[in-house]
């Protein structure tokens, strides 16, 4: 049975991008669903930032016909900024919103939003009714077990939010305390997907970085689908690689360094294209290392990549490192 959203269908057990701020952009979004992502979502967005016309916040609701479908996120501490903000971003015609109640960093955080609101559920609930209210489009929430280990509250919230309309919930198995140490806890994840009350999609996060991983908990855990954030920074095959094994039980051969090769040149394009010569080949410097994990020596063509702004000469280094890797692998 297909998972729904809304009018939106996901297929039997869809596996989500989770929204990273400074990596879920276009660009990594676009290599992400060439293999295999089912829906994603954009980086964070300030309500307060919209409502001021923020240039960033503004940038990053830009989104494209090959995303589809896609939601914006928003965060906020104020539920009238928060209101505001989804009719800004409803006219991005994004396929839902999904509203940050997980984001566990202290300028988040320590100013009354993201994981914040696990502290006051009262207003959590007011401000996802505004949010609901102010959008035609349906809304979804991503959130944690609650603020630490003595107030786990997210079994109330799934049913509350549930109560004032919305249409799927992930759930990160770790609490605002923890950050991302330590492991995720799934159980309490399960108990939410077992609630005979509820009657939403609910979507684990947390730790998945292997298709057999992935597969243990599908069986274990019962939830309807999967968010991925980490494990993809810099291996957007991750999608592609659970998938097969899920079909076969079998593992797909990993990505050839001409197939790494091919894919960071591709980020780098997009990255350009999206936001100026300049600033694309800037901000693609964070992305080598990921790309290029465990290859011996690598630090060397990742100190070149990162100190030119030329982008041909880049061209250059990626083709070097297709030819050495891929002759020393052979």
């Known amino acids: 049975m297909s998972v729904q959203i809304g009018n939106i269908d996901l297929g039997k057990f869809p596996l989500l991008l989770a929204p990273m701020e400074d990596v879920s952009d276009p660009p990594f979004r676009y290599v992400c669903k060439q293999n295999g992502a089912d829906m994603m979502y954009t980086e964070f967005i300030s309500s307060e930032g919209l409502i001021r016309d923020a240039a960033k916040s503004r940038k990053k609701l830009d989104i494209f016909g090959y995303e589809r479908p896609i939601g914006i996120q928003i965060f906020g501490s104020d539920i009238e900024s928060m209101r505001e903000a989804t009719r800004i971003a409803t006219k991005a015609e994004p396929d839902l919103m999904d509203i940050n109640y997980g984001c566990p960093v202290k300028q988040v955080a320590c100013r009354g939003a993201g994981a914040s609101l696990l502290q006051d559920i009262d207003k959590m609930v007011a401000m996802t009714r505004a949010v609901v209210e102010s959008t035609h489009l349906p809304v979804t929430v991503k959130t944690r077990l609650g603020w630490d280990d003595n107030t786990k509250n997210v ?176």
């Open 155 to 330: 079994y109330e919230v799934a049913e509350r939010l549930q109560e004032v309309g919305i249409k799927a919930l992930t759930i990160h198995g770790r609490t605002r305390a923890q950050m991302y140490k330590g492991e995720a806890d799934w159980r309490l994840i399960a108990e939410i997907k077992k609630n005979p009350n509820i009657e939403i999609p609910i979507f684990g996060n947390g730790d998945i970085d292997s298709p057999e991983k992935a597969a243990n908990w599908r069986l274990e855990y019962g939830v309807d689908g999967m968010m991925i954030g980490r494990a993809a920074i810099g291996y957007p095959w991750i999608f592609r690689e659970i998938k097969h094994f899920f079909e076969t039980g079998e593992h797909r051969d990993k990505p050839t360094i001409a197939e790494r090769v091919d894919v960071c040149k591709t980020h780098l394009e997009k990255s350009i294209e999206w936001k100026g010569r300049r600033t694309g080949i800037f901000e693609m410097r964070r992305h080598y290392s990921n790309y290029f994990k465990g290859l011996d020596h690598f630090k060397e063509y990742r100190m070149q990549l990162v100190g030119t702004e030329d982008v041909e000469e880049i061209y250059d280094l990626l083709q070097t490192i297709n030819d050495k890797y891929t002759t020393e692998l052979a």
